[in-house]
């Protein structure tokens, strides 16, 4: 063998090392961390760095989540289950969210979800371009508004979202 297909098998084999190491850093890095804390257990990308915001009254408790552009995040909202009008107060705030967002109801069999998509722009008034999932929870009097600007994100986060 001479210089020229020693050369040309060493490039050979360096390419492919490279192309190997990029495909296991893909498979090997997970692309979503799991996020909780005192209220919520969720599986969010990695890149997600989430800023908390609280707000509690004495029957209403509010708790936002957003990324460092405030472009995407979590607002979870639960009722005090003692509070004498907690399931009335809770379906009225669920129908009034849903209400708003009616018009941008995306198509449900594109996706593998079961819940509503709803694609939305900062045009029509939303900080977020991109998607809105809105999870229910009966039986905590709650529910969660999940924003994110990639719909496979939206989706995972909307599937993996607990309160505790």
Do not use: C
Not at 107 to 119: F, L, R, V
């Amino acid at each position: 063998m001479n210089k020229r297909d020693l050369m040309l098998i060493g490039v050979f084999i360096i390419i492919i090392v490279g192309l190997g190491s990029i495909l296991a850093y893909e498979h090997l890095i997970p692309k979503y961390k799991e996020f909780k804390d005192e209220r919520i257990q969720v599986e969010v990308p990695n890149s997600f760095n989430f800023n908390f915001n609280e707000k509690d009254t004495s029957y209403f408790n509010s708790s936002a989540y957003s990324t460092d552009d405030n472009e995407e995040g979590i607002i979870a909202i639960s009722m005090d289950p003692n509070f004498q009008y907690a399931k009335e107060v809770y379906e009225n705030r669920s129908v009034e969210e849903k209400n708003n967002i009616l018009k941008y109801k995306m198509d449900n069999s594109q996706h593998n979800y079961s819940g509503t998509i709803y694609k939305v722009n900062p045009s029509d008034n939303f900080y977020v371009d991109g998607y809105i999932i809105i999870v229910d929870f009966p039986e905590k009097y709650g529910f969660a508004v999940i924003t994110a600007k990639d719909i496979n994100d939206a989706v995972h986060m909307a599937e993996t979202f607990k309160f505790k």
